[in-house]
């Protein structure tokens, strides 16, 4: 186990806003683990805790065999972090601030270098250009590059991807998986559900607690519903129209269908009638796999 | 229909960088106008002359039925506002970021009163009127967000990125106030990053290097690029992108 939490714990101001709640993980050697979930679900309180940078107010936790607490520079040297918030020097070139990276560590860049170089041969022509006046692609392989240089054991990405455009976002998690096949084990969050798929097993949260921990293949198939898409006519009327439907169990816009989830008896037939009667002439109910985004909608409701 | 923002070969340069090339096309009002690109495309830079901002290089543009060039504050009169980085102030309660909003827009006392039962009792937080902004979740601020945003009627409202990082139930929710607003004959004009939202808008534009690549419906897009969803129609135009900002 290279990240093993027990019951970790964060608690924030006067209010006793709890951040982290009981949280248990355990990530194996070599793997991809998403934490999943939207702002203020507590992912960078974990990722903060887990890179010795907070120190947690219950439980513990462990990065490479070392205690998060009093094994914290042992932990510093065999771990990368890239932030949420881009936090190179501003005021440095791209060049500068990989070589600042590397002599923190004591090392230098071409002696790691086989690590960063499919990333950073796509940054090298502006490499004399400050970190400040990067594009947002730009900065986040930077940034990349910089959790690296030093030879990580582990990599911790937050949100390495928000904001970042499809294109980039895609060419990220192609990265991503050049660096596992590396060996290295990488803790990485995000927003956008649709990533998730990309990663080896998951953790879906939401307000400081783990609602689900499993391969995105077993979350989709423990989804015990069956799911529906919904399509034909104008969406919006036909999304308020099944709201207010009595068989309706739940219903939410996808993209250019609507998902459907039914009460116990109501069958698709007498669905399509209705909506037909009520003049959606074309509408057509058709049994759909679940996403990631559809089990996190179910897990939020039953939580 | 009534055109309430019109554009004619709008360009804007800074030095030799062409950030905006000649952009050309027409929003209907109660239209849902999705405005995607590529990091760099120029989005912002077209959306902060639309909202009368920035001062065009060339080219026309008309917004809510002013000139860009030369009726700047009567287009930020009648424009509505709303960003996920910028939106409310953290340390005023609900109830006093309504009235500030709606006293810069000059709204008298009354209608600022009316205005503000109206809205909490719309959104259902009658309750957290005395609670300050920081202490909301994520989800309700950015719902709050967008009714301050129309707080003053405006004709067109500009939205960028205003779902970001907020959990998948509360992204619809905030759709469903996008379509109640659009219903009602408001103008919205909305940038996101999350392709299923593409799917939501009448017309999407993707810009890509500095022009507009496509503009269509959802529909006959992935129709013309023979693309199973908006992602798809995305990703093939915008991997073609030269530049990144």
Redesign the interface.
């Known amino acids: 186990m290279m990240i093993v939490t027990e019951q970790l714990k964060k608690v924030y101001g006067k209010e006793k806003i709890v951040a982290v709640d009981n949280v248990n993980l355990s990530v194996d050697k070599g793997e991809i683990f998403g934490l999943i979930?939207?702002?203020?679900?507590g992912k960078s309180s974990i990722f903060r805790m887990l890179t010795t940078l907070l120190i947690p107010d219950g439980g513990s936790a462990t990065v490479n065999g070392f205690d998060i607490v009093k094994d914290y520079k042992k932990i510093r040297h065999c771990i990368g972090y890239m932030p949420g918030r881009f936090s190179l020097y501003q005021d440095l070139t791209i060049e500068e601030n990989l070589q600042f990276f590397a002599t923190v560590f004591n090392t230098t860049v071409s002696e790691n270098y086989h690590l960063i170089k499919d990333i950073y041969c796509q940054i090298e022509p502006f490499k004399d250009r400050r970190a400040g006046k990067?594009?947002?692609?730009?900065k986040q392989k930077l940034a990349l590059c910089c959790a690296l240089i030093h030879k990580p054991e582990v990599l911790f990405l937050d949100e390495p991807t928000?904001?970042?455009?499809?294109?980039?976002r895609?060419e990220f998690w192609d990265m991503l998986k050049n660096l596992k096949q590396m060996g290295l084990t990488i803790l990485v969050s995000t927003?956008?559900?649709?990533e998730a798929a990309l990663c080896d097993r998951i953790a879906l949260i939401?307000s400081g607690k783990i609602l689900s921990v499993n391969t995105p293949e077993k979350l989709v198939n423990n989804y015990g519903e069956t799911l529906y898409t919904v399509t034909g006519g104008n969406?919006?009327k036909l999304l308020n129209l099944l709201r207010s439907y009595e068989g309706t169990d739940s219903c939410?816009?996808?993209?250019?269908s609507l998902h459907l989830t039914l009460k116990y008896q109501t069958k698709k037939d007498t669905v399509v009638a209705y909506l037909q009667e009520e003049g959606f002439k074309d509408a057509a109910i058709q049994e759909t796999i679940p996403g990631i985004?559809d089990c996190?909608?179910k897990l939020?409701k039953t939580n | 229909m009534e055109t309430v923002i019109y554009t004619k070969k709008l360009t804007k340069r800074f030095g030799n960088f062409i950030a905006a090339n000649e952009l050309s096309f027409e929003v209907s009002k109660g239209e849902i106008f999705g405005f995607l690109g590529a990091n760099g495309a120029g989005k912002t830079t077209a959306m902060r002359m639309l909202c009368g901002l920035l001062m065009p290089s060339s080219g026309e543009a008309n917004v809510a039925g002013f000139d860009v060039y030369t009726e700047t504050e009567k287009i930020k009169q009648n424009i509505g506002y709303m960003s996920q980085k910028f939106s409310l102030y953290e340390d005023l309660t609900v109830a006093e970021n309504i009235r500030f909003y709606a006293g810069i827009y000059g709204l008298s006392f009354a209608e600022i009163k009316m205005k503000t039962d109206e809205l909490l009792t719309k959104l259902d937080m009658r309750s957290e009127a005395k609670k300050l902004v920081s202490q909301l979740p994520l989800g309700w601020k950015q719902k709050l967000a967008f009714s301050v945003s129309l707080v003053h009627d405006p004709k067109i409202v500009f939205l960028d990125e205003p779902t970001g990082g907020v959990d998948p139930v509360t992204r619809r929710q905030f759709w469903d106030l996008i379509y109640y607003a659009a219903g009602k004959g408001v103008t919205v004009f909305v940038t996101t990053h999350y392709m299923d939202e593409a799917e939501y808008c009448d017309r999407v534009s993707i810009m890509v290097d500095g022009v507009i690549s496509a503009l269509d419906s959802p529909g006959n897009l992935k129709k013309q690029m023979n693309a199973p969803d908006m992602e798809d129609v995305f990703y093939q135009l915008a991997r073609k992108a030269k530049r990144s900002e």
């Open positions: 979930g939207p702002d203020g679900a990067l594009s947002g692609g730009m928000t904001g970042v455009d499809v294109v980039s895609k927003p956008y559900m649709n939401q969406m919006y939410f816009a996808f993209g250019n985004e996190f909608i939020l």
